[in-house]
Structures are given as structure tokens and as C-alpha cells.
């Protein structure tokens, strides 16, 4: 629970950890500290964890850690990610009120992902200057693709505003036609496109009055600017895995390898000191092997995957048969309207590069047709250096091929996209495969993909990820859900994307086979794992399991397995709820 009275007063016993009543029962005790919604007895200290982001939603990680010693009080955040599915949340306050962006000692990174990192920037931008703790292969990654998402921001606020100014102008032009409605030979051509307008924008249907009060739109201020992100990155600090790091008096952590994607983490924090001291696990995003962590009284688990098992088949079968398919698919169109793509929209770190990967395999084992590869992906590109930079990283297999001089990355005849090459958006002599980004089609190239060949019956898009709600990828995913469960349905499926509608005749295929998120079972074998591997011992620390980064449904179903299985108590927090440790 949230407090909002920071009046209020309480006692040592309503400081017993009671998540049913969310602490809803403040009483009598001692004063509150300036900056803090508690202070406690000299000598003492108290641990609050406050939800800021990501409770019972899929996005926005940030947890805010509350350290009180006497009348002090120290912040600390445990990962700062973005909204994917929900923008405008980000520009709400998600601190806690009274405390501010400059308070904040430091921000603990658990990995690059921008749901859980891309909000150093705003952070940054509302006075933060402390230290940001990550991996040093995230700090190389962050150094990129913070950059990018602030030049994606600042695009978007550009077309947004030219949209609105637009607007306003046919409205303009509106009140001036009705004020003085005679057309003439020189005005009809510009009176004609002004009508086109109005009927794009609805101002038509605008009375008199309402277009007199219109006025002319101010442009936004994005989330971040460049140089906020620039700020951000100078405050970076590269640390290593399983190397245990004090960073106060109060608070040491250690990262451990997640196995979610380059640089990725669980972070076991302690925090306090004797007898005061908690100790927990921020498992971030967990891969499919996450490494053991050491016991904890906490651990804080996604529920992305809560829901549902991954499919256990052989990718690269399933994935040279759907290639095989497409590339087929593709040639009926050659020499007619133009033969069709095949266009994998990925995330630009971690799934491209094991998408990349496969498709060099399968092409050296002539598993699937030789085809022209297109990398349209300048982000893309650079993380990818930063992957052949970190070898002792990766996995086995692809370690071996690099100790063999075998780039993993690299399929044959392979061409890389640093600029915008017209001829991928234009009628195709043979078929190509296109990996671009984004992963979940809400940014860079992959919308524009989607607009050139989303009617191309010849072409075919493969969602190789997870795909939250309200995202383009996600309505995508939709459509081929329906098709799949309806195939003689023959009614045209449209989408909305960069402010058109646009419909959707080419094929969908969606291979969840690549999603970096672990699954319910693989979730609940990392929870029951012992500090060295292998089941937890039964007398050993029974921790207390926070629940967060999922939907209802993917929650409910993880916190019953969680129960049955491990027998552990499970909490699942509500946004702004917070919890005395």
C-alpha cells in the first residue's frame, strides 16, 4: 500500500510484515523523518521496497528501495524501464511524492531491455546525478541503444506535432472557407486540397464556434533528449558477474548471469546492517538457464511467461520448414507484381543475433534455399559488435565457433542496412530475407516493412518474440492466431499503423521458439534451486516470492504453481503498493 498521509505516526509492532492488510493499520509511535513516510528509534533501521512500475503490468520495471536509519534515509532503484504498452504513464510522476529524481543515491541495472532501463533518461532529465550499476557488456549496449530510443522519441514528437499543425491549418482553412464560401478559378485547386484534408482530419464536421476556439499546437517536449541520455551513459559503472560490490554503508549487491540476453542479471541485494539486515533476489527478466542465486528472505520473479510452457521441438526443423514454406511462397509472385519478402521483425539485442545464427546454420547444412539476407537494422549492427566483443559470454556452441573463426552472425552473402536502402520497399526480382527491428513492430524500420508488403499475399512475416499488448506486433500476432484457428476464413484483417489502416494479406507465422523469457516451469525450477545448484534444501531459507512483470491471467497461474510445487508464500503487489521488509 501506498501512504499517502506522510502525517501519520506508528509503532514497532505495526511494523510486522502483514502483506494481506498491505499495512493499512498505522498507529501511534514515532514522528516522521523529513524526506521518509517513516523514521524509527535510534540505532535502528527499516527497509521499504515501494512497486513503481511493472505490477500486474508487462512493462515499466522500477522498484524503489527505502533505506531509514534514525532520521535519515537513503534511495535506491532497482532497475528504471519505460511503458511499452502504456506511454503516457511514463510522464506521470513514478516516484513517490515528496521525494525527487535528485534523492535518488543510485539506479541498479538488471538488464539492457528498455522496460527495464530506458527511464534513466527521464530520470536524468528530472535531476538525477548518482551512480548507474550494471554488467559491463549492458553499459556497452545502453551506450547505443539509449542514444537511439531518445532519436526515436524526439521523431515521434516531430510527426506528432506535424500531424496536429496539419490539423489545425484545415481547421484554419474551414472558418475561412464558411466565412467567405465564393470559389473562384484560382482558389478551387487549393480549396479542393483543403477539402481533402478536412475529410482526413474530420474537420468537417466542426461547427463555427468550435473552430473558432481552435489555436495553433505547441510542440511536446519528448520523454528524454539526447542529451539526457549522453548524461545518463557518463554515469554509468561496469561491474562483473558472481563479484560481490558495497556500494554504502547499507546496500551491497552481486549480479548473476540470467541468461536472458547479453549482460543480463539477477541482482542479490543486501541490504542494512545486523540484525535489521533483508536480503533479496531481483530476478529481472530470467533466460532459460538462469545461474543459481544465494538464499534469500525475498526474490522478486517475472510473470511474462507465467501462464504458459515453451514449445519443445527442434527450432531448427520447425524453423527450416516455415523458411522453406515462405521462400516457396515468395517465388509465385516473381516476375508478376514482384516476388515477395520474407521480413523478420527481432529485437535488435539478443534475438537478432540468434535469429542471424540459425538461418547461418541451416543455410551451411543447405537445410533451406540460398536467398540474399538483409540486416535492416543500424542498431542492430552495433549490438552485434558488442556481441562478438563479450565471447566468454555466449554460449558453448557459439564460443567454439568463434574459437573456430566462424562469426555465429554471419550468414552467407549477408548485407548490412547502416542506411535506408529503397530497393527492400520496392517490387523484388527474387525473394530476400529482411531481419529488422523492432521486435515487437512499435519502432524503427519494421513498421515501414509491415506498410510495403503487409497486402503482399507472396510475403511473409515471422514474430520471433513475446509481444505485449497494444503493440503493433502483438495485433499481428492476433491476426495470425485467428487464421490459424479459423482457416477458411476469408475476411480482410486490417491493422492501424503510422496513422493509417492498412490490410494484412501476407502470411504470419509466430515462433514463440525464441522468446529469452523463461517459462512457467523453467520460472519455478530457478525458485526451487539451491545457492550451488540442484533443489533447494526443505530447511533452508523459505523465501517470500513477489510476483510482478505480467498480466492477471500469467500471474495467477505462476503464484498456484509456485504454491503447489515449492510450497512458498506468494505476494503479488499492485502499482504503488509498497512493503516493510
Known amino acids: 500500500m501506498h501512504c499517502e498521509n506522510r502525517s501519520k505516526e506508528i509503532s514497532d509492532d505495526d511494523f510486522a510484515v502483514d502483506f494481506t492488510n498491505s499495512f493499512a493499520h498505522l498507529s501511534k509511535g514515532y514522528p516522521v523523518s523529513k524526506n521518509s513516510l517513516y523514521s524509527v528509534p535510534i540505532g535502528q533501521q527499516r527497509i521499504l521496497l515501494h512497486w513503481r512500475g511493472a505490477a500486474r503490468r508487462v512493462t515499466g520495471s522500477m522498484h524503489l528501495l527505502e533505506i531509514i536509519e534514525n532520521d535519515a534515509v537513503s534511495y535506491y532503484l532497482v532497475d528504471a524501464g519505460t ?10 510522476n513514478r516516484l513517490l511524492k515528496g521525494v525527487t529524481a535528485s534523492m535518488i543515491k543510485g539506479i541498479i541495472l538488471t538488464h539492457v531491455h528498455g522496460d527495464h532501463s530506458f527511464y534513466v533518461g527521464r530520470l536524468v532529465k528530472q535531476g538525477f546525478t548518482g551512480k548507474i550499476y550494471a554488467i559491463d557488456a549492458t553499459c556497452d549496449l545502453l551506450d547505443i541503444s539509449l542514444v537511439d530510443c531518445a532519436r526515436i522519441l524526439a521523431a515521434n514528437v516531430k510527426r506528432e506535432h506535424e500531424q496536429k499543425v ?3 491549418r484545415a481547421r484554419q482553412a474551414t472558418a475561412a472557407e464558411r466565412r467567405n464560401p465564393t470559389v473562384t478559378d484560382e482558389t478551387s485547386a487549393q480549396q479542393n486540397l483543403v477539402r481533402a484534408i478536412r475529410r482526413t482530419v474530420g474537420a468537417q464536421r466542426m461547427s463555427e464556434r468550435s473552430l473558432a476556439k481552435v489555436v495553433e499546437p505547441t510542440p511536446k517536449e519528448p520523454l528524454f533528449s539526447e542529451d539526457d541520455a549522453r548524461k545518463a551513459l557518463s554515469l554509468l559503472v561496469p561491474m562483473q558477474y558472481n563479484t560481490r560490490y558495497e556500494l554504502d554503508s547499507n546496500l551491497a549487491i552481486e549480479f548473476f548471469d540470467a541468461d536472458h540476453l547479453l549482460g543480463a542479471a539477477t541482482v542479490h541485494a543486501e541490504i542494512g546492517r545486523g540484525a535489521s539486515k533483508r536480503t533479496v533476489n531481483f530476478g529481472g527478466n530470467i ?12 526474490r522478486v520473479t517475472e510473470a511474462t511467461y507465467g501462464n504458459r510452457v515453451h514449445i519443445k521441438r527442434d527450432r531448427l ?20 507484381r514482384g516476388a515477395g519478402a520474407i521480413i523478420v521483425p527481432a529485437f535488435s ?17 543447405n537445410r533451406i534455399p540460398k536467398m540474399p539476407v538483409y540486416f535492416d537494422s543500424p542498431m542492430g549492427i552495433r549490438v552485434t559488435e558488442v556481441y562478438r566483443k563479450y565471447p566468454q559470454y555466449q554460449p558453448q556452441d557459439w564460443q567454439a565457433l568463434f574459437a573456430a573463426k566462424i562469426d555465429p552472425f554471419t550468414p552467407p552473402g549477408l548485407v548490412e542496412c547502416l542506411k535506408y536502402r529503397k530497393e527492400l520497399f520496392e517490387p ?6 529482411i531481419v529488422t527491428s523492432s521486435g515487437m513492430v512499435n519502432a524503427g524500420r519494421a513498421p515501414y516493412h509491415v506498410e510495403a508488403r503487409g497486402s503482399d499475399r507472396n510475403s511473409t512475416f515471422f514474430l520471433i518474440g513475446f ?96 504454491e503447489t510445487k515449492l510450497h512458498l508464500k506468494c505476494v503479488v503487489p499492485n502499482a504503488n503498493d509498497f512493503f516493510i521488509l
Open 166 to 168: 496539419k490539423a489545425f
Open 428 to 433: 523484388l526480382a527474387k525473394p530476400v530475407l
Open 317 to 336: 526443423a520447425a524453423l527450416a520448414e516455415m523458411l522453406t514454406a515462405a521462400h516457396t511462397r515468395a517465388l509465385k509472385g516473381a516476375g508478376v
Open 287 to 298: 533466460g532459460r538457464h538462469p545461474k543459481p542465486v544465494p538464499e534469500a528472505q525475498y
Open 83 to 92: 511503458h511499452v504498452e502504456d506511454e503516457k504513464l511514463d510522464f506521470q
Open 467 to 562: 509481444q505485449a499488448p497494444k503493440t503493433t506486433g502483438e495485433a499481428l500476432a492476433s491476426i495470425a492466431r485467428r487464421r490459424k484457428e479459423n482457416p477458411k476464413n476469408v475476411q480482410p484483417e486490417t491493422i492501424r499503423l503510422l496513422n493509417k489502416t492498412l490490410r494484412i494479406n501476407a502470411t504470419i507465422e509466430h515462433m514463440p521458439d525464441y522468446s529469452g523469457h523463461g517459462d512457467s516451469d523453467q520460472i519455478v525450477d530457478w525458485l526451487g534451486m539451491g545457492p550451488t545448484g540442484g533443489k533447494r534444501r526443505s530447511s533452508s531459507m523459505q523465501p517470500t516470492i513477489f510476483i510482478e512483470h505480467g498480466e492477471d491471467d500469467p500471474i495467477n497461474a505462476l503464484r498456484k504453481k509456485i
Open 349 to 365: 539485442i539478443g534475438r537478432s543475433q540468434i535469429f542471424l545464427n540459425d538461418v547461418r546454420q541451416l543455410m551451411a547444412e
